[in-house]
């Protein structure tokens, strides 16, 4: 299971990564990994390994969380990154993954769409739960969930470097009272052009 959470400071748009795998075989990893977008404040945050270079999209923030960085700075660019990097971290996806990735993309955009902090936890299949709960008075829908991932499939589907992802295919269910329940997605692979330009294959 990985467990992201935002805390969404006023100088910056914080993700806290909380990894640990539950009955998987291979080395544990777990720990808490930090993410802040670059021109926001980075606290002092003394005996943490922290990598002060900016990270452009999942990739990049992914190759940073396993060379063993505690603390990321993230270009802004696609507000789904942090949490694919963390899938990329926690259970070694590869760009094969393409289910995985899109679920995580759709659960990325679902956290950065929400106003108050929530928890967000993620399954190796790119399923996820999204839960608002530990906020006082801030009840989370799947129709609030929805209406913030609207916008950004205008266009009927969501591309990024790593995975093009069908609005047609994300699936929600409120589980609780503010816990919503998003489904594995599907995902469809990408390659670039020769133009540079990232495309559906």
Same mark, same amino acid.
Request: aromatic share 4%; charged share 20%.
């Given at each position: 299971? $990985?467990?992201?959470?935002?805390?969404?400071?006023?100088?910056?748009?914080?993700?806290?990564?909380?990894?640990?795998?539950?009955?998987?075989?291979?080395?544990?990893?777990?720990?808490?990994? $930090?993410?802040?977008?670059?021109?926001?404040?980075?606290?002092?945050?003394?005996?943490?390994?922290?990598?002060?270079?900016?990270?452009?999209?999942?990739?990049?923030?992914?190759?940073?969380?396993?060379?063993?960085?505690?603390?990321?700075?993230?270009?802004?660019?696609?507000?789904?990154?942090?949490?694919?990097?963390?899938?990329?971290?926690?259970?070694?996806?590869?760009?094969?993954?393409?289910?995985?990735?899109?679920?995580?993309?759709?659960?990325?955009?679902?956290?950065?769409? $929400?106003?108050?902090?929530?928890?967000?936890?993620?399954?190796?299949?790119?399923?996820?739960?999204?839960?608002?709960?530990?906020?006082?008075?801030?009840?989370?829908?799947?129709?609030?969930?929805?209406?913030?991932?609207? /916008?950004?499939?205008?266009?009927?589907?969501?591309?990024? /470097?790593?995975?093009?992802? /069908?609005?047609?295919?994300?699936?929600?269910?409120?589980?609780?009272?503010?816990?919503?329940?998003?489904?594995?997605?599907?995902?469809? /692979?990408?390659?670039?052009?020769?133009?540079?330009?990232?495309?559906?294959?």
């Amino acid at each position: 299971m $990985l467990r992201i959470g935002t805390s969404g400071t006023a100088s910056s748009a914080d993700v806290v990564i909380c990894g640990w795998r539950d009955g998987r075989r291979g080395r544990l990893r777990t720990g808490v990994k $930090l993410v802040f977008q670059a021109g926001g404040g980075v606290p002092d945050l003394p005996g943490l390994r922290v990598c002060r270079r900016p990270a452009r999209g999942a990739e990049e923030l992914a190759r940073a969380l396993c060379e063993g960085f505690d603390v990321v700075v993230a270009e802004p660019g696609d507000p789904a990154a942090p949490v694919v990097a963390a899938g990329l971290w926690h259970y070694g996806w590869t760009a094969g993954d393409v289910g995985p990735l899109a679920g995580a993309t759709v659960a990325g955009l679902a956290l950065a769409g $929400l106003r108050a902090p929530c928890v967000l936890e993620v399954r190796a299949d790119g399923g996820a739960t999204i839960d608002g709960g530990s906020v006082p008075d801030h009840e989370v829908t799947a129709a609030d969930v929805l209406a913030g991932l609207a /916008p950004r499939f205008r266009s009927g589907r969501y591309r990024t /470097p790593v995975v093009t992802v /069908p609005f047609a295919s994300v699936r929600l269910a409120q589980e609780a009272c503010s816990r919503v329940r998003i489904a594995p997605c599907a995902g469809e /692979p990408v390659y670039l052009a020769p133009s540079g330009r990232v495309q559906s294959v």
